[in-house]
């Protein structure tokens, strides 16, 4: 009888310890759902820079690859007799292959990035919590190429505008949610293994 009553006095006190454990756990986790915005969706990017030339021609050379890297002011293509140079230092990240094709002023015959524009751009749902984040606050992301390790960032730009790419009929009566890219900028010379294109999750301190 005494074994009963002490094997029941054990059972409901690992009951009650793992109801405490639950409720602390879902209070930490809500106290830090409840000033982070979490953003799954994510990458690590920089603005393409097309090079073109001034007037139309044939495009006779190339004289970069891609993932060249490259100082301002470089020679990456001649059309006719013109050179087309970079203006600024980068990464080359697209090369036609199309020598003897004839290109115009709006056609770009190389592409590239300035590394030093790197951002990790995120997209929010309108309804997760894009109202709560503002330029400035504080984010940490990891990148998948890099497991669970953590780098900072500071939020420095929230999309005026949606991603959206048209009108979207639906016959439902539910409204289709739009989402937002959020940026954040860092320290590049700080986190040099970060490349353009890497897929990335963003946490926002919102507090």
Known sequence: ???????QIWVRTGILAVVIFAIAGGIIYWMMTAHNVYIDSASVKAPLINLSPS???????????????????TPV???????????????????PETIGAQV???????????PTQLRVVGEVDENKGLDRIKVGEPATFTVDAFGSQQFSGVID???????????VFNISNSRETQQFDVKARFDTTKYPQLENGMSARMWVDTN
């Open 1 to 7: 009888m005494a074994k009963n009553y002490t094997r």
């Open 55 to 73: 007037a139309p021609g044939i495009l006779q050379e190339v004289y970069v690859h891609e993932g060249d890297v490259v100082n301002a002011n």
């Open 77 to 95: 293509a001649r059309v006719d007799n013109e050179l087309v140079k970079t203006k600024v230092a980068g990464v080359i990240v697209s090369v």
């Open 104 to 114: 115009s002023p709006s056609a770009p015959v190389v592409t590239m990035i300035d």
């Open 157 to 167: 730009e929230v999309a005026p505008t949606s991603n959206a790419s048209g009108v």
